[in-house]
């Protein structure tokens, strides 16, 4: 595992902006000249400019003797998030002088020693323009700021060589202040800066800039407030952004780019992909191809940070990519004002259209040939997933759960049904899992990180092809999903619709695939399943199995144990899971990501403390060296304990 992750801080989530020193940031920016920044909600002067989507596939600037020379200027314009025929919003953004413009801002892409010669003009009519970003790119992160700060009305030009090959970017704000403070008229004041190794082969790829505006500051601390939030990709939040096509077979190239004020879990649907590079503006780690690889399908993306990524698709269908923080996938409060359709009532068309919202991409993969069908016949273990109400929910916080059925063997037998039960598959076995709805509303199961194919994969009115799309499960009704699980590893189930809500109501769970459930022992094998309570009132605290004060551990002294931590939480994305003795972590050694196991290299021993993104599961080895009483903790990013579980070890 690559060690930075473990020391990215979270900077913008629901509960963590508690921390002092991002507060006072936040206070400067929301008050005094800075004021209008967190406005100006919806455009309603006659006729202003418009902003143009820059899909960020042709780059700025012209090239002569090895001098890119780049003229950009930042001014005012309407920028529409959603449908072109949607409300838009007063921001300010990047344009190259005399064109429209452009949310991210123009791409500057270089070859390494290439010198970059940028002229900015600010055009705002009082406010400065605080520029960041434009100087060379090094191998390590540096600790001087390289702040620009150009008056309004006026123009300034930078000379610098551009540096180490990488994925960086170059940012701007009306004041001084951090970038995780950008939150309203200055927040997409941001635009990709790549550079290229020199000789490299140029190869095909995509380059996506994630930012995040919102017209208060509460939408970041009071989930739920009358708010707008916006969070989007290259410009445009889901449904509407663009939609990317492959081929089975294609190597798929994508920059993520995180200029936005807010952790992204950036998942992938059905595949792993493999991480190319780690950075942020100014410095970028790029892991050597002749290197173990870094297999994911969720890579944490907190704010100011970059990676890259390579995927080779082996099925056809439609797949998404997208955070996996449920909180930014959930639909937006109108920009004019109007109110939020009531989600309870369920009543849409399309639940992967109409009830996600934010940093989306959908990609379709095709391959000669393929065709919608069900799979051949085989033999298969048959399960019953049964999705129930329990007692004690109410119509806007309900309390749902599931009982697994397995033959005559059903989990749990009563309530309560949290936590989920664990679904444990033998790797290679065919399995068909029959998601029965006894629900009063639809839902679907998405079996989080199982390779299978597109149809069986969760996401009602998407997953699939043309030819067959995946349905929502009506109350009374009931959906089979098959597929071979090839791996063993941990992984989740959860639904796919109306996320927010149905996950908090229950509707989350492990699922475990080993080589032999025969052998399976939950007592050396233990599941740390971390989930959002069920009320909102609880929500200063987190649930680790199902409970907010869980049953003790017992472990002996000398005694193996495999940890296996799943973050399942809506909102938490910097949650760091640890055991402790006293006040110290104890050590352990990392095993697999994912539910992939880790490269040899990489099985690293260390400190027993993980920070980790919702969508993410880590497993450790564990071995207690000493009797006495330990504990293993969940605390937030910054240190507070959100849940502890005793462990006595004997």
Not at 139 to 147: F, H, L, P, Y
Not at 219 to 238: E, F, Y
Not at 490 to 506: K, L, N, P, S
Not at 564 to 593: C, E, Q
Request: glycine residues 10%; contains cysteine; aromatic residues 6%.
């Amino acid at each position: 595992m690559d060690p930075r992750r473990a020391q990215d801080e979270p900077l913008v989530g629901r509960n963590q902006l508690r921390a002092g020193v991002l507060l006072m940031w936040m206070a400067v920016a929301l008050t005094g000249a800075s004021r209008g920044l967190a406005g100006q909600a919806v455009a309603r002067d006659a006729a202003p400019e418009r902003v143009a989507i820059n899909d960020n596939n042709v780059a700025a600037g012209t090239e002569a003797s090895g001098t890119l020379t780049v003229r950009l200027e930042a001014r005012s314009g309407e920028w529409r998030p959603d449908g072109d025929t949607d409300p838009g919003i007063n921001v300010l953004a990047f344009a190259i002088q005399g064109g429209p413009l452009q949310i991210p801002g123009p791409l500057i892409r270089v070859t390494e020693g290439t010198e970059v010669r940028a002229f900015v003009r600010n055009r705002l009519e009082k406010e400065p323009l605080i520029l960041h970003g434009m100087s060379p790119k090094t191998t390590a992160a540096a600790n001087s700021t390289d702040a620009i700060t150009i008056p309004a009305g006026e123009e300034r030009e930078l000379r610098f060589v551009a540096g180490t090959p990488g994925t960086y970017y170059y940012w701007a704000a009306a004041s001084d202040i951090p970038l995780v403070a950008r939150l309203g008229r200055d927040s997409q004041l941001s635009g990709a800066f790549i550079v290229e190794p020199r000789g490299g082969a140029s190869r095909k790829e995509r380059v996506f800039v994630i930012g995040h505006w919102t017209d208060s500051d509460t939408a970041l601390i009071q989930p739920g407030s009358l708010s707008h939030t916006r969070i989007v990709m290259n410009g445009k939040s889901w449904p509407h952004t663009e939609r990317l096509a492959y081929r089975v077979g294609d190597n798929v190239h994508i920059r993520v780019i995180n200029a936005g004020a807010s952790v992204h879990p950036m998942h992938l649907h059905g595949f792993y992909f493999n991480v190319d590079s780690r950075g942020d503006e100014r410095s970028d780690l790029i892991f050597p191809p002749d290197g173990s690889p870094h297999l994911v399908n969720t890579e944490r993306l907190a704010p100011g940070r970059t990676f890259s990524l390579t995927w080779v698709p082996t099925r056809p269908g439609n797949w998404l990519f997208h955070c996996h923080d449920t909180a930014h996938i959930a639909p937006g409060r109108p920009l004019d004002g109007q109110p939020t359709a009531a989600m309870a009532a369920h009543h849409v068309t399309n639940h992967a259209l109409e009830m996600m919202s934010g940093p989306v991409i959908g990609i379709s993969v095709t391959a000669p040939g393929a065709a919608s069908g069900t799979p051949e016949v085989v033999a298969r273990r048959t399960l019953r997933l049964v999705a129930q109400v329990e007692r004690g929910g109410t119509a806007e916080e309900p309390a749902f759960g599931f009982t697994l059925e397995d033959g005559k063997m059903t989990k749990p037998e009563a309530p309560p049904y949290l936590p989920g039960p664990t679904i444990v598959l033998k790797r290679g076995e065919p399995v068909s899992i029959t998601v029965v709805n006894q629900l009063p509303e639809a839902t679907a199961i998405h079996w989080h990180g199982i390779e299978l194919d597109s149809y069986y994969d969760g996401v009602a009115g998407f997953a699939g092809d043309a030819g067959r799309l995946a349905p929502a499960i009506a109350p009374g009704t009931s959906f089979e999903a098959l597929f071979t699980p090839p791996r063993a590893g941990t992984f989740i189930y959860h639904t796919h619709v109306d996320e927010i809500r149905q996950q908090q109501a229950g509707l989350t769970g492990a699922l475990l695939v080993v080589e032999s459930p025969a052998g399976y022992d939950p007592q050396h094998d233990v599941v740390l399943l971390v989930t959002v309570p069920r009320q909102t009132v609880d929500s200063g605290v987190v649930l680790l199995n199902g409970s907010s004060s869980p049953a003790a551990l017992d472990m002996r002294v000398g005694d193996r144990y495999r940890l296996r931590f799943i973050n399942i939480h809506t909102f938490r994305p910097s949650m760091r899971m640890r055991v402790m003795r006293g006040n110290a972590p104890l050590t352990w050694r990392a095993v697999a990501k994912d539910g992939m196991d880790l490269p040899a290299d990489q099985k690293l021993v260390g400190p027993s403390v993980i920070q980790m993104g919702n969508g993410e599961t880590y497993d450790f080895e564990f071995t207690p060296d000493a009797a006495g009483d330990l504990r293993v903790e969940v605390t937030t990013g910054t240190g507070d304990l959100l849940v502890s579980m005793p462990v006595h070890v004997r």
